[in-house]
C-alpha cells in the first residue's frame, strides 16, 4: 500500500464535528456586521510580495521570518501567501478607486499564512475576520470599531475578555520618541537581547516589547510616548476615551502597547483573554492614517482591526458556550424498491418546502435506519414500507422533545404540510 500523505505542518483540517462551531460564529459575525453597516471585500490569497515589504514594514517579525514568500515557477513573479488582510484590502480599495471622495466600512474574512512555531492558538494557517473603515478622522470611528467588539463577546456569549488601550502618535511624535528611546536603549545596550540589539535602531518601539524578564525594568522606564503626544493626538486620545467611558466599556491603558505591524498610528487596542495561555490576544487594531498613502493611494485615515478565529472558537469550546445544532428536521427511513422510490420523491418535496431533510442511503433494516435517524438528531423520522408506499402514507415518527415516541399516519401529499406545523 502506498504511503499515506499528511497535511502540512501547522495547516489544520477542521472536521465535521468542529464545524458547527464554525457556522455559529459565522452566522453570529454575518449579522454583527450587517447591525453596524458593513460590506464585505474578498480579495486573493497571494499577492505580490511588495505589498507587504512595504505595507506591513520591513522590520517586522511578519517580514523578516513569517512570510510564505515564493516565485511564480512560470513567469518568476514574487509572490507571497497573504500574512495578513489589511494590506491587500488597502491595494483593492486603491485600485478600484474606492477611496475617492468616499468613505469605506469593509470587512474579509479567510485564511492567513504565517510561517511560526505551531503552537495551541498559534498556527501556520489559521483564519482571520478583519473590519477596516476608510475616510473618518475623527476617534468615533476608532470607539465604534472597539464598541463593536464589545458587543461581538457579547452576541457569542463569551466573557472575561480585557481590553488594553495605548496612543502611538503621529509620525513626528514617533520620530521625536524614537530619538529618546535610541538614545536611552543605546545607554543599556550592555543588558540587551540578540532581539534587542537587532531592533535597536530598526524598531527600538518593539524592543520594549519584549517577554525577556531581564528587561523588564529598564523597559519600565524607557521614554514614554506618551510624553511625546502633541495637541492633536492627545484631542483624539481624550475623545475615544470619552467614548469608551459613555459607552461603559473598561479598558487598562498600556503604553507598551504597540503591536507587530509598522503601519499603525494613534489609537491601538488588543482584546486578550486569560484562557489561552500565551496565545492571548483574540482581536487587535487601531488607526493607520499614513498606509493608504505609503501603497501609493491619496492620503486617506483608517482604522481597523482583525480577529483570530481558531482563538475565538477554542475559546467558545473552553468556556462551554452552547452552540445551536444544525439537526435535520426529517430523517427519511425506507425500505423496499418502490418505497425508496416514494422516499426520494418525497424528500425533494419536504426540501422544497423549506424542511431539511436526509434521505437514508445505504439500505439496511429499520431497527439500523433507525439508529441512524436518532444520531443524526433529527425531529422526525419518516418511514416508508413497501406498505405505506402502496397506501399512499407514511409513519411519522417523533424523535425529540415530550412527545418523543409519538407515532401518526399521514398521507403523504399532506405530508410537508403536516411536519411544517408540527416542527
Ligand atoms: P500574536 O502577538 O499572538 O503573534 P499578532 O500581533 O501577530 O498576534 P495580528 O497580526 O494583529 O496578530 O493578527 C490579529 C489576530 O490574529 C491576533 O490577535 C490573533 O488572534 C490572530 N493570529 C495572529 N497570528 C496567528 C496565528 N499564527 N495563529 C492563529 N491566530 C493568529
Ligand atoms: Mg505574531
Known amino acids: 500500500m502506498a504511503q499515506t500523505i499528511q497535511g502540512i505542518r501547522g495547516m489544520n483540517d477542521i472536521l465535521p464535528q468542529e464545524g458547527a462551531r464554525w457556522q455559529y460564529f459565522d452566522a453570529v459575525v454575518r449579522d454583527w456586521l450587517a447591525a453596524y453597516g458593513y460590506n464585505q471585500i474578498r480579495t486573493p490569497i ?16 511578519i517580514v523578516e521570518k513569517e512570510m510564505y514568500a515564493f516565485e511564480d515557477s512560470l513567469n518568476g513573479e514574487q509572490l507571497v501567501l497573504r500574512p495578513e488582510g489589511t494590506a491587500g484590502c488597502v491595494r483593492a480599495c486603491i485600485q478600484h478607486g474606492l477611496l475617492y471622495n468616499q468613505t469605506q466600512r469593509l470587512w474579509y474574512t479567510g485564511p492567513m499564512f504565517r510561517h511560526e512555531r505551531p503552537q495551541k492558538g498559534r498556527y501556520r494557517q489559521f483564519h482571520q475576520v478583519g473590519v477596516e473603515a476608510f475616510g473618518f478622522d475623527g476617534p468615533d470611528v476608532d470607539a465604534e470599531m472597539i464598541v463593536m467588539l464589545a458587543d461581538l463577546w457579547r452576541r457569542l456569549g463569551l466573557t472575561g475578555l480585557q481590553l488594553e488601550l495605548n496612543s502611538l502618535g503621529d509620525a513626528p511624535e514617533r520620530a521625536a520618541h524614537r530619538e529618546a528611546l535610541i538614545a536611552y536603549l543605546e545607554r543599556h545596550v550592555d543588558i540587551l537581547d540578540d532581539d534587542g540589539k537587532r531592533r535597536l535602531y530598526t524598531n527600538p518601539l518593539r524592543v520594549l516589547d519584549t517577554k525577556n524578564p531581564a528587561l523588564q525594568e529598564m523597559a519600565e522606564h524607557a521614554p514614554k510616548l506618551a510624553d511625546f503626544l502633541g495637541e492633536a493626538s492627545r484631542a483624539h486620545f481624550d475623545g475615544l476615551r470619552a467614548l469608551l467611558d459613555q459607552a461603559g466599556i473598561g479598558y487598562k491603558l498600556n503604553d507598551r502597547l504597540v503591536r507587530g505591524l509598522d503601519y499603525y498610528n494613534r489609537s491601538v487596542f488588543e482584546w486578550t ?13 487601531g488607526r493607520y492614517d499614513g498606509l493608504v498613502e505609503q501603497l501609493g493611494g491619496k492620503p486617506c485615515n483608517a482604522v481597523g482591526f482583525a480577529m483570530g478565529i481558531e482563538r475565538l472558537i477554542l475559546l467558545l469550546e473552553t468556556q462551554g458556550v452552547e452552540m445551536p445544532r444544525a439537526a435535520p428536521d426529517v430523517y427519511l427511513v425506507h425500505s423496499g424498491e418502490a418505497a425508496s422510490r416514494t422516499a426520494f420523491g418525497l424528500a425533494g418535496e419536504l426540501r422544497a418546502a423549506g424542511l431539511k431533510v436526509v434521505l437514508h442511503a445505504g439500505g439496511g433494516s429499520f431497527k439500523s435506519q433507525f439508529k441512524k435517524a436518532d444520531a443524526s438528531g433529527a425531529s ?39 411536519l411544517g406545523a408540527a416542527a
Open 46 to 61: 497571494v499577492e505580490a510580495t511588495p505589498l507587504f515589504v512595504r505595507g506591513v514594514g520591513e522590520h517586522t517579525d
Open 273 to 285: 483573554t486569560d484562557k489561552l495561555g500565551a496565545q492571548a490576544t483574540v482581536a487587535a487594531g
Open 380 to 418: 422526525f423520522a419518516v418511514v416508508i414500507g413497501d406498505e405505506e408506499a402502496a397506501a399512499g402514507t407514511v409513519n411519522v415518527k417523533r424523535l425529540t422533545g415530550a412527545a418523543a415516541g409519538e407515532q401518526q399516519v399521514v398521507a403523504q401529499n399532506a405530508l410537508a404540510a403536516h
